[in-house]
């Protein structure tokens, strides 16, 4: 369904990575499924989730219970709503918008057990919408490259709210998923 839409309707991926859409998109979404299970979250918020990576292949790995897919781009989310219904995968809600106009919606607030967010910006700023949403103990999983470090140590406001709690590299190392536990502050800027 991906290349389909990918090339008919949607830019989901860049062509040059349906080649290697099992690889790139799938299996680095995959890789730190049962390091995430394992510190169970129920709620989960995707940030960013564009072509359903990594929140779609870890819903079907049993990661979460209940997915929020947070996208800015309507014709993502029409891709993210038509491949949960065929499918049939459970507990998946897509909302259209930005993360930070979502801010209004009171009843969400602190109320996700962890977010994830895969490609989309920079470390600090991510961390800072993320500590809206985390639950005090909750965790963010950030999908990173090669520039991992550099952000972590350019921008370090992200330490008032959360504390690094390790990294998990996939395949070479080139792209690693860093896990951040929210601290008990909250609501931090």
Same mark, same amino acid.
């Given at each position: 369904?991906?290349?389909?839409? @990918? =090339? ?12 290697? *859409? ?7 979404? *995959?890789?730190?499924?049962?390091? &995430?299970?394992? $510190? ?15 929140? &779609? ?7 979460? /219970? ?6 800015? =781009?309507?014709? #993502?989310?029409?891709?993210?709503? #038509?491949? !949960? ?14 993360? /930070? ?7 969400? &607030? ?6 994830? !967010?895969?490609? $989309? ?22 999908? #990173? ?20 709690? %390790?990294?998990?590299?996939? %395949? @070479?190392?080139?792209? !690693? ?6 601290? $008990? ?5």
């Amino acid at each position: 369904m991906l290349l389909e839409w @990918n =090339r008919g309707f949607s830019n989901l991926i860049s062509a040059s990575d349906e080649s290697r *859409l099992v690889e790139r998109h799938i299996l680095e979404s *995959l890789a730190p499924a049962a390091w &995430i299970r394992e $510190t169970g979250p129920k709620r989960i918020m995707d940030f960013g989730s564009g072509g359903g990576f990594p929140a &779609i292949p870890l819903a079907l790995a049993g990661v979460g /219970e209940q997915w929020l897919l947070v996208e800015s =781009r309507r014709n #993502k989310t029409l891709f993210l709503r #038509k491949v !949960s219904e065929e499918i049939e995968l459970r507990g998946i809600e897509v909302e259209l918008g930005r993360l /930070e106009m979502l801010l209004g919606d009171s009843s969400r &607030i602190g109320r996700f057990d962890a977010f994830t !967010s895969r490609a $989309t910006l920079r470390l600090g700023p991510t961390l800072a919408l993320a500590a809206n949403w985390v639950i005090e103990g909750g965790s963010a999983y950030l999908w #990173k490259g090669s520039r991992k470090d550099e952000e972590m140590a350019g921008d370090q406001h992200w330490e008032r709210s959360w504390d690094h709690s %390790g990294s998990f590299d996939i %395949g @070479n190392g080139q792209t !690693s998923v860093s896990r951040f536990i929210r601290k $008990t502050t909250r609501y931090a800027d």
